[in-house]
């Protein structure tokens, strides 16, 4: 089977910089997504490796190690507006995510 | 308007009643997923649709069942609702395999 593992909890300060892991264990998939959910809210999508790297959107970067079963999403400038939960994904060949238990990020001022 | 909307918003009912969530999407997408959400578990897929003739099961299909009406429609049901089906649940949608998943507002259940 697959298995995301995030951290439940991480504080940062505004205007700073985060990093949100996520180590899986799988036995093959397609991509890592990423989604950020506000409390409450629907899950939107952030972020998608399917190669090995750092793929960049704005103020939010992902990467992705195949070799060390691990990604991380990488929050820049950050605004009292990213406090948020954020989930890893895995994609496998259909589609069909399965989903980490989610990282809840709370920026201070 | 949304593009992939949910009825109700909120419900509460009873154990042993039969409960239907609603999904219907104006994307245009094939693939319909159905997914709960309960406090430190994340999101678990139920069920998934990847047309109107193709039904799958998901991490935790039990206790439900769905129906996929029409491209635009995907329904889940609760045939006897017990409370530990309480929980947040949404419905989602994507294009095609590998692609981003667009996700409805979800519906509040509450199994009393």
């Known amino acids: 089977g697959q298995s995301l593992e995030q951290p439940s909890e991480v504080t940062a300060v505004e205007g700073a910089i985060v990093q949100i892991n996520c180590t899986y264990q799988?036995?093959?998939?397609?991509?890592l997504s990423w989604y950020q959910q506000h409390d409450g809210g629907a899950p939107t999508f952030l972020s998608y490796?399917?190669?090995?790297g750092l793929e960049e959107t704005g103020r939010f970067s992902s990467f992705l190690s195949r070799s060390d079963s691990y990604g991380y999403l990488l929050l820049q400038e950050l605004q009292m507006k990213d406090s948020a939960s954020y989930f890893c994904?895995?994609?496998?060949?259909?589609?069909?995510?399965?989903f980490g238990t989610g990282t809840l990020l709370a920026v201070q001022p | 308007d949304a593009d992939v909307t949910q009825t109700p918003r909120n419900r509460i009912t009873k154990t042993g009643k039969r409960i239907m969530l609603e999904c219907s999407q104006t994307?245009?997408?094939?693939?319909m997923y159905w997914y709960r959400q309960d406090p430190g578990l994340g999101l678990r897929l139920i069920y998934y649709?990847?047309?109107?003739?193709?039904?799958n099961k998901g991490e935790i299909s039990d206790g439900y069942s769905v129906s996929r009406q029409a491209q635009a429609k995907f329904s889940l049901s609760l045939e006897s609702a017990i409370p530990n089906q309480t929980a947040l649940y949404f419905c989602?949608?994507?294009?095609?395999?590998?692609?981003?998943?667009?996700f409805g507002s979800g519906t509040q259940l509450s199994v009393l």
């Open positions: 989602a949608t994507s294009e095609g395999a590998h692609e981003k998943l667009f």
């Open positions: 799988t036995s093959g998939f397609y991509g």
């Open positions: 490796n399917a190669l090995d």
């Open positions: 994904a895995l994609g496998g060949a259909t589609n069909k995510l399965i």
């Open positions: 994307k245009g997408h094939d693939r």
């Open positions: 649709s990847f047309d109107v003739k193709d039904i």
